[in-house]
């Protein structure tokens, strides 16, 4: 993916930068470095997310983020995988905020399911399969209605810190503001393309400075419910630039996928 892409059309380009992280670990995947930040944003407010307060959340090789949808099943977005069929390439680590700590849990995949939709109506979602079940799992239930894409959301992932920065040791979380969809598109550009039923803005849209970034695809955007219990909303999928005003985080709708999801997962 060439440098100068950075700034404009970040939707898509995520394979590139997914092969080059996977070659490169934890290193900012070197085809898609762009300039340094000019203006210091912290793109999820710098804060680290404790041990075990988002139990759920893993981190996958190809250097995308995902939930755990069931304890042998990660949702993550279909931008990070290439295709539906056997995979045993994918390592997922689990049960630490800390990448580096012994006490992770590493998995490798067996098979990922890519929705089927996502090239044609959208749908930015995807499903990878444990070789084991994690031991303990705490995972996060999805949303299956839209009662709850609104309000504030959490979005966490070991993404960079910064337009342009470096992937994160430490996984960091921050909140983000919904934004409805005419807003949303209203910004221009590539968010005129909004697909309304399957994508779901967040962020300051006048001043930007919280947002999730590139290495945090794939990670759940979430929130508690009217009965306090933690819900999946949406899946980290695109932005212009990170954090910048006029240039929401674009986020899977999950709640209109939640059954081609559940179904998929009945069946892997
Ligand atoms: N596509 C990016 C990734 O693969 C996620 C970008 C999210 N950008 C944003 N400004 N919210 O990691």
């Given amino acids: 993916m060439a440098r100068k892409r ?24 070197a085809d898609a470095a762009p300039p340094p930040s000019t203006d210091g944003t912290q793109v999820i407010g710098g804060s680290r997310a404790a041990q075990g307060e988002f139990p759920w959340m893993v ?16 949702l993550t977005a279909a931008h990070c995988v290439d295709r539906t069929g056997s995979n045993t390439s994918i390592t997922a680590t689990t049960g630490v905020v800390d990448l580096q700590s012994s ?24 499903l990878i399969k444990l070789a084991a079940p994690v031991s303990g799992a705490t995972t996060l239930p999805i949303a299956s209605t839209s009662a709850n894409n609104s309000g504030t ?54 001043s930007g400075g919280v947002d999730t970034c590139q290495g945090d695809s794939g990670g759940p955007m979430f929130r508690r419910d009217n009965t306090n219990a933690w819900v999946q909303v949406g899946i ?4 212009i630039g990170c954090a910048r005003a006029h240039a929401p985080g674009v986020y899977t709708e999950v709640s209109s996928f939640a059954s081609a999801i559940a179904s998929a997962a009945s069946k892997i």
């Fill in 103 to 126: 006490s992770a849990k590493k998995v490798k995949s067996t098979y990922v399911y890519r929705s089927p939709t996502y090239d044609t109506t959208g749908g930015d979602w995807a």
């Fill in 59 to 74: 981190r996958l090789s190809m250097g995308c983020g995902g939930a755990l949808y069931t304890s042998q099943i990660v």
């Fill in 6 to 29: 950075w700034f404009t059309l970040l939707k898509n380009a995520t394979l590139g930068v997914a092969a080059a992280t996977a070659l490169a670990g934890l290193a900012a995947p």
């Fill in 236 to 239: 980290t999928s695109w932005g």
């Fill in 153 to 206: 959301f959490t979005v966490a992932g070991w993404g960079a810190a910064t337009e342009g920065g470096a992937q994160q040791r430490y996984l960091l979380k921050t909140q983000v503001p919904f934004v409805s969809d005419a807003t949303c598109k209203a910004q221009g550009g590539e968010y005129s393309g909004l697909i309304a039923n399957a994508e779901i803005c967040a962020g300051n849209v006048e």
